[in-house]
């Protein structure tokens, strides 16, 4: 999986429905990678997941899906560390700035193309000795939309070289604006800025992510312009499978 074909199948919509993981198990992250999901994103901002669990991770899940490390903030080392252990790419949060993709992006080469220190570990394992002559093919750069200065300045973060795609954050960035989290909500200001999102992002060929709970807003936001969605949790599928197998005996107890 090259970082052009990953780029290119999520902006012709062959990959629409990802699962985000915050667990720390691999065999969890290997059973929702093999349930039909067309890849899986690692959080490591808000989950429980630590560096060093990045590795078995990864390994339960590429070889059914791509796997994506959302990183825990606009951290260049973050951005070179995951690529070294393997990552098809990365989702940088609070981007707040063209300097910010830019920075995130040079993370992900080596020089001359950018600021990456050379040690690529699992990637060189996984793809060769031509990673680093190959290293922009490896390294998808996806750069989160959820400030209000993102915002502002979302066409020109769309065409920094080398960026593989935007995501929209809908908690904060309908924080951001005022009306409060979106995660599946349709206030019109905060519609108004996805589809800002999603304008800026086609414009300059690349695709659009959107993470989400509920199934009727997701599909939705695809028929909306959206290119992928996260479909589903490891943390919230445990709870909501829980709950509806006790609502199911309750019921069945009450007959």
Same mark, same amino acid.
């Given at each position: 999986m090259t970082h052009a074909h990953l780029r290119?199948?999520?902006?012709?919509?062959?990959?629409?429905?990802?699962?985000?993981?915050a667990l720390r198990d691999p065999l969890a992250a290997e059973a929702i990678a093999r349930s039909g999901v067309d890849l899986v994103v690692?959080?490591?901002?808000?989950?429980?997941?630590?560096?060093?669990? #990045?590795?078995?991770?990864? !390994?339960?899940?590429?070889?059914?899906?791509?796997? @994506?490390?959302?990183?825990?903030? &606009?951290?260049?080392?973050a951005v070179t560390r995951?690529?070294?252990?393997?990552?098809?790419?990365?989702?940088?949060p609070l981007v707040g700035s063209v300097a910010d993709a830019r920075r995130a992006v040079a993370a992900a080469l080596y020089p001359p193309a950018g600021t990456r220190s050379y040690g690529p570990l699992r990637a060189a394992v996984r793809h060769g000795p031509s990673?680093?002559?190959?290293?922009?093919?490896?390294?998808?750069?996806?750069?989160?939309?959820?400030?209000?200065?993102?915002l502002a300045d979302v066409e020109a973060i769309a065409a920094v070289p080398n960026l593989g795609g935007l995501f929209v954050g809908p908690a904060d960035l309908g924080l951001? #604006?005022?009306?409060?989290? !979106?995660?599946?909500?349709?206030?019109?200001?905060? @519609?108004?800025?996805?589809?800002? &999102?999603?304008a800026a992002a086609h414009d300059h060929g690349i695709a659009v992510g959107l993470h989400g709970v509920d199934v009727e807003a997701q599909r939705a936001a695809l028929a909306d312009g959206i290119d992928w969605v996260v479909v589903a949790g490891d943390l919230p599928l445990l709870v909501t499978g829980t709950r509806e197998r006790l609502a199911a005996l309750a019921g069945a107890r009450a007959q």
């Open positions: 290119e199948r999520l902006r012709r919509g062959e990959l629409r429905h990802a699962a985000w993981l690692f959080d490591r901002q808000h989950g429980a997941i630590e560096d060093g669990d #990045l590795i078995g991770l990864l !390994q339960a899940a590429q070889p059914f899906v791509p796997a @994506l490390v959302r990183l825990a903030s &606009v951290d260049p080392a995951a690529l070294d252990l393997g990552a098809d790419g990365v989702i940088v990673y680093r002559e190959r290293v922009a093919e490896h390294a998808l750069v996806i750069a989160m939309i959820e400030t209000t200065n993102a951001a #604006l005022g009306v409060g989290p !979106q995660t599946d909500g349709d206030d019109p200001t905060y @519609l108004a800025a996805r589809r800002r &999102v999603v």
